[in-house]
């Protein structure tokens, strides 16, 4: 497969992001996946075309090594099979009909988002231990009112999807059926996906809630709870952004 500039680009984005997820401690040995839609820069070639971090393969590595420890996937023109194309076999996540399913989805709908990262983020995982944060927005509320940006750059807040077995088609449509409602959608002790136009838009928007969830342990580790900016305060910074 021909490497043209975009697709090294494309890559050097997942490397790049790969490397933030390990440098946060939301990748511990293989935890976590991307993928991404790069139909458009496969030169020649019909069908969908996917870049894929491997089965068992480090993020750490990704970053470092990127094609030593990616795939790139092409599915079959009936949709019922993907053969690997890249020069070097690495075989894709396990997670891929997860991701497949998501990126269909997102296809059906014609939504332009092309990239889809689960990550482990440590302080967003432990909040979903909590049974009182899972009810519907109630965690999106608590961290929207942590630090103004959340609010501002996670406007639709965090979906929740109680625990499902990781890379089910089960977890796969409870995700989906989240993502019109929200910018990043948490699976219940496990961990939190999101997509984006690029690879840098859903990390940002995970790193911006779980920075909210820093502030937000932070200071009960302090011995307080956080009080938030109030309802007024969010309503204020909601129509000064329209958001």
Known sequence: MKYNRQLTERIAEVAEVAGYLWQKGWAERNG????????????????????????NRRMRYVCSSPMDNMAVI???DDGRSYAIVAEKYISPTSELPSHLSIHDYLLGRGRNQKVVIHTHPIELVAMTHN???????????????????T?????????????????????????????????VVLWEKHGALGVGE?????????????????????G???????????????????EAFNL
Not at 163 to 181: F, K, N, V
Not at 200 to 208: G, N, Q, S, V
């Open 198 to 218: 690029n690879v840098i838009e859903p990390f940002d928007m995970i790193d911006t809630l779980s920075k909210s969830a820093q502030i937000y342990m932070s």
């Open 131 to 149: 049974a009182a944060f899972l009810g519907r927005d109630v965690l999106s509320r608590l961290l929207w009112s942590m630090i103004p940006e």
């Open 74 to 76: 092409r599915i079959s």
């Open 220 to 238: 009960r580790a302090m011995g307080f709870t956080p009080a938030g900016m109030s309802d007024a305060q969010m309503q204020q910074l909601k």
């Open 32 to 55: 976590g996946n991307i993928s991404y839609n790069i139909t458009d820069v496969a030169e020649n070639l019909c069908g969908h075309f996917f870049l894929v971090t491997g089965t």
């Open 151 to 183: 609010r501002a750059f996670c406007p639709k807040g965090v979906g929740i999807v109680p625990y499902a077995l990781p890379g089910s088609i089960e977890l796969a449509d409870a995700t989906i059926a989240q993502l019109d409602d929200y910018d």
